[in-house]
């Protein structure tokens, strides 16, 4: 596993948040993968020097959306997504992040081609990761 968090103290997003977001990405694009060992609490505090409290609540989040698992003894792992949220709950939550991508993107007056170039340019770096069910068959 190569992949290494960066904070950015200079964000208005939360630093835990930015965890989550990293990891997220990083298994959305394959970089991580289902058995990967994330570091512990404390080592990833210590080398991005952060409070513990900070990345283990990064840690809880992701553990709560079904994509990491803490194994006592043995560390934190990317696992299988577990499916949280029926798929109507997925696409309530997923609407105010399409909102508010379109209001930035309309306030940076991207076109609506432009924003469809770089969303299909994020997508296409997206892979689904094996065994995931096809979402045609939902």
Request: hydrophobic share 40%.
């Amino acid at each position: 596993m190569n992949f290494n968090i960066v904070i950015s103290t200079g964000s208005s997003t939360p630093i835990y948040k930015q965890i989550t977001d990293q990891v997220k990405r990083a298994v959305a694009s394959g970089q991580l993968t289902v058995a990967d060992q994330l570091p512990s609490v404390r080592a990833l505090a210590e080398s991005l020097v952060l409070n513990p409290n900070t990345v283990a609540r990064a840690y809880t989040d992701l553990a709560r959306e079904g994509m990491i698992e803490t194994r006592p003894g043995r560390g934190v792992f990317i696992i299988q997504k577990r499916k949280v949220f029926a798929r109507e709950e997925g696409l309530r939550r997923l609407e105010p992040l399409l909102e508010a991508l379109l209001g930035e993107a309309m306030a940076l007056d991207f076109t609506p081609e432009e924003l469809k170039a770089a969303l299909d340019q994020k997508l296409n770096q997206w892979q689904p990761r094996a065994g995931d069910e096809s979402k045609d068959n939902q």
